[in-house]
Nanobody, 115 residues
Framework: QVQLVESGGGLVQPGGSLRLSCAAS????????MGWYRQAPGKERELVAS???????RYPDSVKGRFHISRDNSKKSVYLQMYSLKPEDTAVYYC?????????WGQGTQVTVSS
């Protein structure tokens, strides 16, 4: 069964850093674009970072300069390094990936930014 599993969420103080990881498992013969989304309570899910197969990255203005996405195809993984975290970054973060030409979501990991 193909799946994505996130790890690395938790509680961090404002201004702190956190690194999220997402690993794909199962019978995978191709990995396409990957990304991270987040959803705060009462809000729609939004893209926070994406990375193409050619390592082209894209960020919304709200996180540009603070978040950094990377991928390691040999490990079938994508990462999100977050710096200068703000309370408004609090949300459930979801990994997304195109695996075997189909889109998959991870189960989500909670990130809470609070003092």
């Amino acid at each position: 069964q193909v799946q994505l599993v996130e790890s690395g969420g938790g509680l961090v103080q404002p201004g702190g850093s956190l690194r999220l990881s997402c690993a794909a498992s199962g019978s995978i013969f191709s990995i396409g674009d990957m990304g991270w989304y987040r959803q705060a309570p009462g809000k729609e899910r939004e893209l926070v970072a994406s990375i193409s197969t050619r390592f082209t990255t894209r960020y919304p203005d709200s996180v540009k300069g603070r978040f950094h996405i990377s991928r390691d195809n040999s490990k079938k993984s994508v990462y999100l390094q977050m710096y200068s975290l703000k309370p408004e970054d609090t949300a459930v973060y979801y990994c997304y990936g195109v695996l075997n030409d189909h889109g998959y979501w991870g189960q989500g990991t909670q990130v809470t930014v609070s003092s």
